[in-house]
C-alpha cells in the first residue's frame, strides 16, 4: 500500500485511522454479520451510528439545544435552493459574494425571491473578504447569506458581519470543524462533509429550531422541507447511511484529537510553515490579502504559466497530489485540512524550496 500526500480541495484526505476501521468493518460491523452499507436504516444498530455521530458533533461544536442536526443529501449546492425556499418569508435576502460558491447561492435564490448583493470582493478576484461592519441591510430581508471560508480563492471571514440583527447563514463546507465556532450567532450554518468530514454525498445542517416551519414557498417539495428531515431526525427516508457512519468515525477523531481549540492549533501551525515559505520565496506567492488567508485552502503562484505546470507535474510524481489551482484560478492549490498532517506540509515545503533552486 502506499498512500500519497493529497492537496485535494475534495473530495479530500480523511484521517487514515477512520479508513482502516472503517476497513477492519467492512465485512461485519461489530457482530452484526453486515456492512454499515448493507444494514436498513431503520434498524436498531444503524440509530446508534446516526444518534452517536449527532451526538458527538453536538459535543465538538457545543451545540445548543435550541439547534436542530440534519443529516441531507443533494450537497451543499441544493441548499442555494433548500435556503431561500424555507427562510424567504419576505422574498428578500442579502447575499455577500466573496467567491464562486457564494456567487452560485446568490443567483440560485434570485429564483425564489430578491437577492440584494450587499457586499462582492469579485473587483479583485475574490482575493480579499469585504468590510462588513456597516453593511446596508434590507430593513425587510430574511437572512445575510456568507460563505465563511472560500474554498476556490483561499479566503476566510477572521469576523463575522455585522447582520444588524438579521439571521446569519453560512455555507462552511471548507472550513467545517476546524476550528471552534459560536454556533448561537448562526440561524442556519451547513456544509458538505467531503471537504472536512467525510465521504461525498452527506450534507450537514445545523438550524435553529424557530427556522423550521410549514411556512415555505408555495411549491416547495416535500423533500426540500426543513421540517419534513427535522421531524424525522434525519430519517424521513433512506439516509446517506454509510457517509454519515464515516462522518461519525471522523467525529470521534476529532474528539481523540482534542477537540475543535486542538485542531485550530494544529491548523494554524500547519498553515504557518506554508504562509511564512509564500512570504520569503522569490518564486511563489500567496494570492489572497494576508488577514484574510484560510487556514485550510492555500491558493499560490509562481506568475509563470509554464512553470506552474512543471510545478505541478514535478510535485506529482514526488507523491504531491491535486495541487493544480482551480481553473478559474490557476496556479496552484494546496488545500490541508484536519486530515492534512504536519508532515505533510512540511515536506512539500521542502519540495518546493528545492524547485525554487532548481529553477
Ligand atoms: C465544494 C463546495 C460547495 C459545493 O459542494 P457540493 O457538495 O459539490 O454541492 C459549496 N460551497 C463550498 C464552500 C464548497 O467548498
Redesign the pocket.
Known amino acids: 500500500m502506499s498512500r500519497v500526500y493529497n492537496f485535494s480541495?475534495?473530495p479530500a484526505v480523511l484521517p487514515e485511522e477512520v479508513l482502516r476501521e472503517a476497513a477492519e468493518e467492512m465485512m461485519d460491523y461489530k457482530g452484526s454479520g453486515m456492512s454499515v452499507m448493507e444494514m436498513s436504516h431503520r434498524s436498531k444498530v444503524y440509530d446508534g451510528i446516526i444518534k452517536e455521530a449527532e451526538a458527538d458533533l453536538r459535543e465538538l461544536m457545543n451545540i445548543p439545544d435550541n439547534y436542530k442536526v440534519l443529516f441531507l443529501q443533494g450537497?451543499?449546492?441544493?441548499q442555494f435552493a433548500m435556503i431561500p425556499m424555507n427562510l424567504m418569508k419576505n422574498k428578500k435576502a442579502a447575499y455577500i459574494v466573496t467567491g464562486q460558491?457564494a456567487k452560485k447561492a446568490f443567483q440560485e435564490a434570485q429564483n425564489y425571491g430578491e437577492a440584494v448583493k450587499v457586499a462582492s470582493s469579485e473587483d479583485e478576484t475574490f482575493s480579499y473578504i469585504p468590510d462588513c461592519s456597516d453593511l446596508d441591510i434590507p430593513e425587510d430581508a430574511d437572512y445575510v447569506y456568507i460563505?465563511e471560508?472560500?474554498?476556490i480563492y483561499g479566503t476566510k471571514y477572521k469576523t463575522l458581519p455585522n447582520t444588524k440583527g438579521h439571521t446569519l447563514v453560512a455555507?462552511v463546507?471548507?472550513c467545517f470543524l476546524s476550528e471552534p465556532v459560536d454556533v448561537s450567532k448562526y440561524g442556519i450554518i451547513y456544509?458538505?462533509v467531503?471537504?472536512n468530514i467525510g465521504p461525498?454525498g452527506v450534507?450537514i445542517v445545523i438550524i435553529r429550531e424557530d427556522l423550521i416551519t410549514e411556512d415555505t414557498l408555495p411549491g416547495t417539495p416535500t423533500m426540500l422541507k426543513y421540517k419534513t428531515h427535522a421531524d424525522a431526525d434525519s430519517l424521513y427516508n433512506t439516509p446517506p447511511a454509510y457517509g454519515i457512519y464515516v462522518c461519525g468515525k471522523v467525529f470521534k477523531w476529532l474528539k481523540k484529537m482534542g477537540g475543535l481549540d486542538a485542531m485550530k492549533k494544529r491548523n494554524e501551525e500547519k498553515a504557518k510553515i506554508l504562509y511564512d515559505f509564500l512570504d520569503e520565496s522569490k518564486m511563489f506567492k500567496g494570492t489572497v490579502r494576508k488577514e484574510d488567508r484560510s487556514l485550510m485552502n492555500v491558493p499560490f503562484v509562481t506568475g509563470d504559466k509554464d512553470l506552474d505546470a512543471k510545478f505541478v507535474k514535478e510535485a506529482e510524481a514526488a507523491g504531491f497530489v491535486n495541487l493544480k489551482g482551480h481553473r478559474t484560478v490557476g496556479g496552484m492549490r494546496a488545500s490541508i485540512y484536519n486530515a492534512m498532517p504536519k508532515e505533510g506540509v512540511e515536506k512539500l515545503v521542502e519540495f518546493m524550496k528545492k524547485f525554487e533552486k532548481e529553477n
Open positions: 480541495a475534495g450537497g451543499a449546492s441544493q460558491w460563505c471560508n472560500n474554498t455555507d463546507s471548507s456544509g458538505g467531503q471537504k461525498a450534507v
